[in-house]
């Protein structure tokens, strides 16, 4: 049992070029979600999936698209990255009922630096 | 709306001595409560959470957080300081239907030998 896992752990790319984070858990989560952390500020949500094949902004999206074709996957796109978007990425799952459903998993993490 | 304040974004203590890290949160309606650690270069681990259940939640490492409802607090609490605890500590809110999380900016830990 994995968890959540995160693809790549670290990424260089340069202004404008375009890329896709791969997250994948194997706990039958429901949720799934994906974040940003910048020193100061904590973690803030991007998007969000409440189940396969749905999808939804969370408090900064701008800049970001998110797919989820199969419940384990959710995926974050960056189609013209700028330097902005240099930070670390989360995901994480939650499932929908059961003893853990208010609880978030964590996966380690994407360094991107946009320069 | 839901937000998250943690006092202090880095907190030092010596190594057996109490730690203390602040969270307080605004909310309408009681929310549920989580304390998350982060150590370098890793993703978050959960620390505890409070679901409604007993004010006081016991957490992995010897950590315990009390919900103060009348303060709007959950605060996280550890008798004895170890080396090992040094890490970044995040609070987090939550009441929704999809489970959103709303993060503090973070607490620093250092412990001095």
């Known amino acids: 049992n994995a968890g959540v896992t995160q693809t790549p752990k670290f990424r260089v790319l340069k202004t404008g070029q375009s890329m896709t984070l791969l997250c994948a858990q194997d706990?039958?989560?429901?949720?799934m979600y994906w974040y940003r952390q910048d020193p100061g500020m904590g973690l803030r949500l991007i998007h969000y999936?409440?189940?396969?094949?749905?999808?939804a902004k969370g408090e900064v999206p701008d800049g970001y698209n998110v797919s989820r074709l199969k419940k384990q996957n959710f995926l974050l796109g960056l189609e013209s990255a700028a330097p902005s978007q240099t930070s670390v990425y989360f995901c994480?799952?939650?499932?929908?009922?059961?003893?853990?459903?208010?609880?978030?998993?964590f996966g380690p993490g994407t360094r991107l630096l946009v320069l | 709306a839901q937000s998250v304040t943690q006092l202090g974004s880095h907190v030092s203590v010596s190594e057996g001595a109490l730690v203390l890290l602040r969270c307080n949160y605004s909310?309408?309606?009681?929310?549920?409560l989580f304390w998350y650690v982060q150590y370098p270069n890793q993703g978050l681990q959960l620390l505890l959470k409070?679901?409604?259940?007993?004010?006081l939640v016991k957490g992995i490492n010897g950590f315990e957080a009390e919900f103060k409802k009348s303060e709007t607090s959950f605060h996280l609490t550890k008798p004895s300081a170890h080396m090992s605890d040094a890490a970044e500590y995040f609070c987090?809110?939550?009441?929704?239907?999809?489970?959103?999380?709303?993060f503090g900016s973070g607490t620093k830990l250092n412990v001095k030998p």
């Open positions: 994480a799952s939650s499932p929908l009922a059961g003893d853990e459903r208010e609880t978030q998993y």
């Open positions: 987090a809110v939550s009441r929704s239907n999809f489970n959103k999380f709303y």
């Open positions: 409070y679901t409604s259940a007993a004010t």
């Open positions: 909310s309408s309606v009681p929310p549920y």
């Open positions: 706990m039958n989560h429901e949720y």
């Open positions: 999936s409440v189940g396969e094949g749905t999808t």
